[in-house]
């Protein structure tokens, strides 16, 4: 029996309570947007595959508040340790890598079950809870909105009516099949298996380990508990093959053996495969793919749930500008134009490094073992390696140049990158009609999570106009010649910054017709 929802009419329906879901309904509910999320699941995970928290994804997090609670709950790995036949035989490091280009210079590590915890606490103290053990029936389209039939844990149907469908449920997703949306790629033929442990050896220094021998790579991932350990490897294919089940004495000989380790206590053990597949598109209509539901890909570098929190902001602001009546339902479309090539691209580099690294012969292991450890210390000794080697495992590098949202350059910033972040300081000089709160740097500003310009250095007459006429938050902060050197901004030079700390529109000429055209011609209202 299907009955009409009791809930007020939410403005977006969210399928899938993971970090992807959690993230677009914490985005969407600070901003002001009616949300419902749903989740089959009778209870948020208790265990996780998903471990690394990039820079992007805490930068993200900062401007919604909950960056200091995840940084105070992971932990901070040091480096990564390359072992070879048993011996410790490279060390990479990792703490701060990245000092000088984000507030977050290192890789943080942080189970993906007390992630999804934080952020189902941050949601319900905004009031909002999932609805657990509750399945999107199916849904169909009209151009007034989305209607959606939900089942409830006593099996009974509701209507959900809604302006917008976000399906962030996952690599099977409902919502995608429901679409009828292609998910191209393939399954590696590999089986890994994943396992929390208890142990004792040189590999519980809260740092990472990887062993390189033969084709079955292993690695050990630091938890916060003392002792307390990640095991991620790949199976052999014989006993993949075997036709039993496989239990955590199928393949503890490794970890025992290559990486010196006694092991007490196995608190969890599972096994599974790895696809690397992205859909053919990630809008139709009002659905929006999201997360794992529009692309999954090997676990190399930590990329999967950060790129699914990456398109949650992307979607938020977005949808928020739509229902608010800010901008018109052509901005959705950049969801995906935005999104999709870097999916593309990240599967791509996941795929040739992962296969790279499991190859099998002689040459490959050669490549692995001995050629590997010796050249990646050194090449990561090279400021411009290292930087480059941060910004792409960290996701501060994803730019969205191309897009019909980007516009003007001036240096080495365009329209589309990531706002370069830069330590500042209060400048008591500023005239009226700017912001003259003291920042510690300029990301500070981005927590009001709506457009605003930046200038480094005195602003325009012109611009103050245009920001005034606009009602867009001016904010001014003192230039120094090593800021620019650092960062590749320019003295009085505006950048117009959307809400998710992307750069829209970079202005050399900080001309108010400039910034009012950029809204006109898209449509949109800051």
Known sequence: MTTPSPRATPSVLIVGAGPTGLALALWLTRVGVGIRIIDKNAEAGTTSRALGVQARTLEFYRQIGIADEVTRAAVDAAGVNLWVRGARTAHLPLRDIGEG????????????????????????????????RTELAGFDQNPDGLHA???????????CDVAFLAGCDGADSTVRRTLGVDFHGGTYSWLFYVADVEAKGPATDHELHIDLDEADLLAVFPLKEPGCIRLVGTIRQDLANGGHELTFDDVSDRAIQHLKLTISKVNWFSTYHVHHRVARRFRQGRAFLVGDAAHIHSPVGAQGMNTGIGDAVNLAWKVAAVVDGRAPDS???????????????????????????????????????TAFPRVAPLLLRLPALRGWFFRTLSQI??????????????????????????????????????????????FAPLTSLGWQVHVYGEPSAAVKEGCEALGLPLIAFPWSPDLGRTSGLRQGVSYLIRPDGYVALVDEESSRQQLEDYFTERGLQP
Do not use: C, M
């Not at 952020?119 to 609805?131: S, W």
């Not at 039939?149 to 209507?159: K, N």
């Not at 995906?336 to 002689?362: C, H, M, W, Y």
């Not at 897009?403 to 972040?421: F, N």
């Open 149 to 159: 039939t939900l089942r409830g844990p006593d099996g009974s149907e509701q209507v």
């Open 397 to 442: 590098g994803v730019h969205y140049r191309d897009s019909p949202l980007s516009a003007g350059a001036a240096g080495a910033v365009r329209g589309g990158d990531r706002l370069p972040w830069v330590r500042t300081g209060p400048d008591e000089g500023q005239d009226e009609g700017t912001d003259k709160a003291p920042h510690e740097d300029n």
């Open 101 to 132: 280009l984000t507030p977050f210079p290192s890789l943080l590590i942080y189970p993906q079950d007390a992630h999804e915890r934080l952020l189902i606490e941050r949601l319900h103290a905004l009031g909002i809870d999932v609805e657990r």
């Open 331 to 369: 901005l959705l479309d950049t969801y995906e134009t935005e999104r999709i090539d870097f999916a593309r691209r990240l599967v791509g580099t996941t795929d040739r490094v992962f296969t790279v690294a499991i190859q099998e012969g002689p040459l490959a292991e050669q490549v692995r073992t």
